[in-house]
């Protein structure tokens, strides 16, 4: 059962408590002149609060034809006390061509995780409120939909743990298919110099990132955008 879908035709709001349903969410995304890719999200509902976040890039244009991608990053997770705790992720360019192959297991018992990225390995100490990269943008819409604004989180990368400093702009009107939407304008800084992550939540859509970008040096380098949403029950 659709319980909220986006096209150029309208969107029907959600439900409360839907932010951990099943979904699936569609970008077209474009950057540096020439990528062209279009990144499905979906989130499956296993059973024990067990979950499967998956993001997909497809490109097409040139780097179609040269045969790039897709790229899959995905997240296993559990819920566990309210809280979202990775089990397992990796980020793979099912190609070969860019030799991404990044992998991490998170070991909760013994409060350690092994990781991967093509020959290096490590083993770092991990802590309850440690996310992957995938699950942190869930982790952000859960709090907002709680009422919080955090404005740190602790993310594991594949060879190190970052604390994300998250900053509250405003909300702005942002238009989907010709749709105007409210959208919570959020700034991630990773740690890296000269370049940020924006996004923008719509409340409307239990903040679903309706648009993102990618800034370094005060340029877009790559923008995404809302093409559809589905939420199933």
Partial sequence: ????????????????????????????????????????????????NHYILRATN???????????????????FMMASGQIRPLSYKNIDE???SGLDDTIIFDWDQKISNSKRKEMVFSIPITPE????LTIVLRVRLD???????????VHETETIRTY???????????ISNIELDGIHLVVDAGRPNRRL?????????????QMQQIHKEKVEVRAILTLSLIHI
Wanted: proline letters at 5%; aromatic letters at 12%; hydrophobic letters at 40%.
């Fill in 198 to 210: 924006h996004y923008w939540l719509a409340p409307a859509l239990d903040y679903l990132p309706i």
């Fill in 1 to 48: 059962m659709c319980l909220y879908f986006l096209t150029s035709v309208g969107f029907i709001a959600a439900s409360e408590n839907t932010i951990l349903q099943s979904f699936e969410s569609t970008y077209d995304l474009r950057g540096y002149g020439v990528l062209e890719v279009e990144r499905s999200v979906t989130l499956l509902q296993e059973e024990n």
């Fill in 144 to 154: 907002l939909k709680a009422g919080l604004r955090p404005t740190l989180y602790r």
């Fill in 58 to 76: 497809k490109a097409s244009g040139l780097a179609a034809l040269v045969g790039y991608g897709p790229i899959i990053e995905e997240s296993r």
């Fill in 130 to 133: 440690v996310l992957d990269p």
């Fill in 95 to 97: 190609s070969g061509i």
């Fill in 165 to 175: 400093h998250i900053s509250y702009v405003t909300t702005e009107k942002v238009n």
